[in-house]
């Protein structure tokens, strides 16, 4: 009986000692694909176009390809493994090509590129919308382009993605809209 206890003793002891440097222990970030720095550069290259052509005065013809640029770049972007491509339920809907398969934290970074996608949208629906002749509102699209920013920092925080360098483009100072009321 007393060779059962020291045994079970001896085991509970290395299981202990196995197991809590496992728990803890930080977690190793996954390594991206090479391709995510370019990738990352690209986007902020078009960030920083998309600013320069919204403000301080649209110019819808500019920014309009820019926008389906930077929806481009997210889709490539997940092609490339750097981020997590939505699941699809509606049949039919053909899911992007993937080179790489997406291995980093998919519950803090797809919300994230749900609201990027959103928000990119967004933009282009105000965009698109003032197409028809009448320049969009300054103090809208300063809104939208805040969002776009601050999902994308939220983007490369999240998803583990390296910054641009340089940084990520900001929007000049603009007087604040005065509110009617």
């Known amino acids: 009986m007393k060779k059962t206890i020291t045994a079970l003793s001896l085991v509970a002891a290395l299981f202990t000692a196995s197991t809590i440097p496992a728990a803890t222990a930080s977690p190793v970030a996954p390594e991206l694909p090479a391709a995510c720095a370019g ?23 500019a920014v309009t390809p820019l926008i389906g640029d930077l929806l481009g770049l997210v889709t490539a972007m997940q092609s490339a493994g750097c981020l997590p491509t939505p699941p699809v339920s ?82 000049p100072g603009l007087p604040l809209p005065v509110e009617k009321g």
């Open 39 to 61: 990738l990352v550069t690209d986007l902020a290259g078009k960030l920083q176009k998309t600013i320069a052509s919204l403000l301080p005065l649209p110019n819808v013809g």
């Open 90 to 171: 509606v049949p039919g809907v053909p899911l992007p090509a993937k080179a790489a398969e997406y291995a980093g934290p998919v519950d803090q970074c797809l919300p994230v590129v749900l609201n990027l996608i959103a928000s990119v949208a967004g933009l282009g629906g105000t965009v698109l919308g003032a197409a028809s002749g009448a320049l969009p509102d300054v103090g809208k699209l300063t809104g939208l382009l805040t969002t776009v920013l601050k999902t994308v920092t939220d983007l490369l925080s999240k998803c583990g993605l390296p910054a641009p360098p340089g940084g990520l483009p900001t929007l």
